[in-house]
């Protein structure tokens, strides 16, 4: 376990993740060529979608050995709509590597990486990429990551050449100057400082060297005592700092030129800790309820944080082990779905390829083949020792559409293959609206949803159009009504008749339907009863004015009449919808839209802009206050003005914005909305007929 480690590369799309990845598997020996991104498709291979978008849209596990070490690197994804991936990537890390482009502004997305790996407590290391790159800004680069929160950046390295003549960096702990060779091959040279950088390396040293030993008691008092300390004392602190999620160091480099790579592979086993000493991982055991530490000493246990479905390798379940050993042909338990299964075929990730091993330890990542029931986030054990443990998954979908099968064939494939979907992402959602009939997706974006269409496509074979999903609106009355149902057929032989009086009274917001029966004196059977609530249950399912249903009044059969031989069931409860049509009609009837609570997290900058969006929406502001690095708006606003907020809100604030929303209640529709609604229902109806 010792020379064990499991490194997250995460940072915005574009800043050379892969890339880096690519170099790193290089230099150990794990891929027999290096061919930079830009200069062609990735060697590492990409799926369709990401080919089409130039994204990571899924994180990916690859391994290589680096010295004496077993390095395990995981590509992240960099867009926010798959925050899910990243974070299961980043709880079985045993460290991470912010990758960053020089070149301003920095993008939001670098800054939520952080936020999140501040929030799991995972150590972390910057590596500045694409120093070679045309108006890279270290100054302003320096000056941005001054606001983030949390672990606090520190120079360890000062670049050396500035745009194409970037060739290696100053080692400020070592004073010495790391020149790499052109020809990309991740040589490197020790020189002597260059004499122009000399005085700007020397200010910085003075900075930066308290900052680094005060994580170290012993070596900080004699750092004040002595006014120095010697190089081993240096990099102890600095690994201090960093395992204790204190200190952030920052070191440069090219990947496309292989520049600095083998730098950041030596710091990658110098600072972060081995699986043994890192993150504590805790659980509830399902006996007791309790939560409990895991030790790697302790029985098996692993944690699943992805699962990939392709037609040819079939189903992989990407597992940290947490505890104990794990060995092939054996049998474990599924502490999520309360059942075992049967562990065949274990690898290890080599390069790009997978390595079959008969055993995997505490601390290393494997590749399950074909397990039958598990899935994202479940915990796999040993029987005699069970334990679940805590993955990520969001509380709430942002953006939601519905779903139509283009043909009749995909109508009958699509449930099975949104199943396969989701159990390769559990941060997308689908179900079924009951009031609408709609199939609904939600995810976390619109590249998230767009990706699940194209995945039902390319994977499964089943088209659909993304279509907006019908707003659950509401029907009520304003004001007490009644009115006479009666129905009375003869067409020779027995007919039907049926006699209602049925008297409408609104409810407050929220109470839905109530049905009363005051009938006295025997005026309607007993036996019909029944049958007149249910015509006026089916009378407020399918709506009045819209088509929407009615809520929020209570329906009272008050009076009536039968026939001793025509009455029955059916003539009682079409006369019950008659008699309830006529009276909601006259009850000032209004359709009632659903509003939804919201609280949306900008910087100060684009506060104005926000507020002012969510006013143009019939939005109403309720507070503002502070969360973290956040100014936080809260506000409730109609669910038909923000059913592509996500977008909306991305463009407004660059990248910068997210929300959470909930449901909270329904008022009623603005007239003038409202009656475009009716409009749009009416020739509905007639294109119908």
Known sequence: MDEIRNVAIVGADGSGKTTLVEAALYNGKAISRFRPVEGGPPILGTDPEEAKRGLTLSSAVFGTKWKKGDLTLIDTPGEVDFA??????????DGAVLVLNPVPPLRFEALKAWQIMEELGVPRVIFVNGMDREKADLDELLAELESFKGA??????????????????????RKKALIFSADGKGKVSEEDIPADLQKKVQEIQAQILETIVEEDDQILEKYLEKGEVSEAE??????????????????????????????????IFKVFPAPREGRQWKGIEPATGKEVVRAPEAPFAGFIFKTQVEHFTGKLSFLKVISGTLQSETTVFNNGRGLKEKISVISRPQGKDLHSVGTGEAGTILILSKLKEAQTGDTLTDESSPIRLQGYLPSQRLISYSLKPKTRQDEEHISPALAKLIEEDPSLEFKREPQTKELIISGMGQTHIDVAAEKLQRKYEVSVDLLT???????????????????????????????TWIELEPLSRGKGFEFADKITGGAIPRNFIPAVEKGIVEACEEG????????????SLYDGSFHVVDSSDMAFRIAASMGFKKAFSEGDPVLLEPILKIKVYVTDEYMGDVIGDLNSRRGRIAGMEVEA?????????????????????????????????????????????????????????????
């Open 84 to 93: 899910f991936d990243l974070h299961n990537s980043l709880l079985v890390a």
């Open 469 to 499: 999903p019908l707003i659950p609106y509401r029907e009520t009355i304003r004001k007490k009504s009644s009115a006479q149902g009666k129905y009375k057929r003869q067409s020779g032989g027995r007919g039907q008749f049926g006699d």
């Open 152 to 173: 606090k950046p520190v120079l360890v390295q000062y670049p050396v050449g500035k745009e194409a003549g970037f060739r290696g960096a100053v080692d400020l702990l």
């Open 234 to 267: 240096v990099e102890q602190a600095l690994q201090a700092g960093v395992r204790n999620r204190k200190t952030a160091p920052i070191i440069f480099g090219a990947a496309t030129k292989n520049i600095g790579v083998t730098v950041l592979l030596d710091m």
């Open 544 to 555: 009045q004015i819209a088509g929407f249903p009615v809520v929020d009044l209570r329906a």
């Open 629 to 689: 690095s956040s100014q936080v708006i809260k506000a409730v606003v109609p669910m038909a003005e923000v059913v592509k907020y996500a977008a909306d809100l991305r463009s407004i604030t660059q990248g910068r914005g997210t929300f959470t929303h909930e449901f909270s209640h329904y008022e009623e529709v603005p007239a003038q909305i409202a009656n475009r609604i009716i409009e749009v229902h009416k020739k509905e109806k007639e294109q119908e007929k």
